[in-house]
């Protein structure tokens, strides 16, 4: 099987910055995309950012120029740099990974638990 650990949410003032991680382990063939998705109170899960393994990357427009996706093929990880935090970005941040897993051979979406982050004005 195939999992997704996230780790770095946390608390933060706005204006502060956090770093979220996230790996993916298990019997995997290939990964193609990997992003960040969030989810706010009463809202939809949402795109925030995301990379290609040759490391094309997209941003949802609230976020541009604030935060930074980045990923190490080699370790079948992927991060998050968020900076100039602001309270409107408070909310579960899950991981994603487009993977081949070697059991079944097919390409799937896998999601990471979530992580909490809190930003106080």
């Known amino acids: 099987q195939v999992q997704l650990v996230e780790s770095g949410g946390g608390l933060v003032q706005a204006g502060g910055s956090l770093r979220l991680s996230c790996a993916a382990s298990?019997?995997?063939?290939?990964?193609?995309?990997m992003g960040w998705y969030r989810q706010a109170p009463g809202k939809q899960r949402a795109l925030v950012a995301r990379?290609?393994?040759?490391?094309?990357?997209s941003y949802a427009e609230s976020v541009k120029g604030r935060f930074t996706i980045s990923r190490d093929n080699a370790k079948n990880t992927v991060s998050l740099q968020m900076n100039s935090l602001k309270p409107e970005d408070t909310a579960v941040y899950y991981c994603?990974?487009?993977?081949?897993?070697?059991?079944?051979?097919?390409?799937?979406?896998?999601w990471g638990q979530g992580t909490q982050v809190t930003v106080s004005s």
């Open positions: 298990g019997s995997i063939l290939s990964i193609s995309d």
């Open positions: 990379i290609t393994r040759v490391g094309s990357t």
């Open positions: 994603y990974a487009r993977i081949v897993a070697i059991t079944t051979m097919t390409v799937s979406d896998y």
